[in-house]
């Protein structure tokens, strides 16, 4: 199994962002995946999952409203956009795969001024 992130960057607030996680070495079509943070001194914090046919999606509260989960199975990649940034979303951001038994190295996102 092989996730592999990217597209952090440095934004202000309210910017936006576009996460890609793809995805190699396992059924990508058959899995939930999951996209998870994890902010400096801080726990890791389940963000959004989709289900393996890309038409059910979930999302905590925090990013409700500002961030969107998809998938492209024929390409093995995963997708998080997210908008109007906020400080409090800087973190490591993680792809994670079904109960989140495997993930990426993550990618760095961070919103400052």
């Known amino acids: 199994v092989q996730l592999v992130e990217s597209g952090g960057n440095v934004v202000q607030p309210g910017g936006s962002l576009r996460l890609s996680c793809a995805a190699s070495g396992f059924t990508f079509s058959n899995y939930d995946m999951s996209w998870v943070r994890q902010a400096p001194g801080k726990g890791p914090e389940w963000v959004s999952a989709i289900v393996p046919g890309g038409d059910t999606t979930y999302y905590a509260n925090s990013v409700k409203g500002r961030f969107t989960i998809s998938r492209d199975n024929a390409q093995n990649t995963l997708y998080l956009q997210m908008n109007s940034l906020k400080p409090e979303d800087t973190a490591l951001y993680y792809c994670?795969?079904?109960?989140?038994?495997?993930w990426g190295q993550g990618t760095q996102v961070t919103v400052s001024s």
């Open positions: 994670a795969r079904g109960r989140l038994d495997s």
